[in-house]
C-alpha cells in the first residue's frame, strides 16, 4: 500500500536458509545428473547444516521462524480453508496455516532425503554415502532407493509450493516472493498487535545456531 511503513516479518538468517537451500537442491540435482559425485557429496554436508541450522533457528530464532508459531491447529486450518473459499485472504504475519503444512511437508522431506543420502550405496558399491560404512550394503541400498523416491516427493512439493505462490499472487494479488528477499511487508498488512514481534537477528543466538549446524556437519564427516 503506498504510504504505508514496511515491517521486518522474515529475518536475514530465514531468508539466506530459504534461498540457499533453494540453490543447493538444483545444484545437488544436477550434480547427480551429471555423475559428479564428489561435488554431490560436498553439497549434501552442505545443506545437512543449513537443515541443521533451520531446526535449530525453530527453537531459537525470532518469532516468525520459531515452530511455536505455526498455526497447526484444525480450526485455524479450517477457518483459513473457509474464508479462502469465500475469496478472502488476509496475509499472515508468518506463515499462514497452509504455508506452515508446506514447510513442514518440505523438511521432512528434506530430512529423509539427507539421511537417505548419508547411508546409501550405489549398485556397484563404488558410490556412497559419508556414513555408509556403519551399515550392511543391503541396507545400504535401500537407503539409496528410498533417496530416490524422497527425491520425487521433494520435487512434486517443491512444485506444490510454488504453484501455490503463483495462485495467491494471480488472484490474491498477495506477492509472497517479495517479502521472502526484502524480509518487508507492509504494516496495513496485519492488525495492531500482530505487529508487535520483533524480528530483528539475536547475534547470541545466530552464534549458537550456527555452531550447532558446524557441529552436525563435523559429526557425521568425523562418524564415517
Known amino acids: 500500500m503506498a504510504g504505508s511503513s514496511r515491517i521486518l516479518v522474515w529475518d536475514g538468517a530465514l531468508r539466506l536458509f530459504h534461498w540457499s537451500t533453494v540453490l543447493l537442491v538444483a545444484a545437488m540435482w544436477w550434480s547427480a545428473e551429471n555423475h559428479m559425485m564428489d561435488w554431490h557429496r560436498r553439497m549434501g554436508m552442505i545443506l545437512v547444516g543449513l537443515v541443521t541450522f533451520r531446526l535449530a533457528w525453530g527453537l531459537l530464532g525470532p518469532r516468525t521462524a520459531r515452530f511455536t508459531s505455526w498455526q497447526l491447529g484444525p480450526g485455524a486450518m479450517l477457518g483459513y480453508l473457509k474464508s479462502l473459499k469465500r475469496g ?17 511437508a518440505m523438511l521432512a522431506a528434506l530430512c529423509v ?23 550392511s550394503f543391503e541396507a545400504g541400498r535401500q537407503a539409496a532407493e528410498i533417496h530416490e523416491i524422497s527425491f520425487n516427493i521433494l520435487v512434486a512439493l517443491i512444485g506444490l509450493h510454488v504453484a501455490a505462490v503463483a495462485v495467491y499472487l494471480i488472484f490474491f494479488k498477495d506477492n509472497l516472493v517479495r517479502p521472502m528477499v526484502t524480509g518487508r511487508r507492509a504494516s496495513a498488512d496485519f492488525e495492531a498487535g500482530e505487529t508487535l514481534a520483533d524480528n530483528r537477528l539475536s547475534w547470541l543466538r545466530l552464534a549458537i545456531a550456527v555452531a550447532v549446524a558446524f557441529a552436525a556437519m563435523w559429526g557425521i564427516s568425523t562418524a564415517g
Do not use: C, R, W, Y
Not at 478472502?88 to 513442514?104: E, Q, Y
Open 113 to 135: 532425503q539427507l539421511g537417505t543420502g548419508l547411508f546409501a550405496v550405489d549398485v556397484d558399491g563404488l558410490e556412497s554415502g559419508p556414513l555408509s560404512t556403519l551399515v
Open 88 to 104: 478472502v485472504h488476509k496475509p499472515s504475519f508468518g506463515h499462514n496455516p497452509i504455508g506452515t503444512l508446506s514447510v513442514i
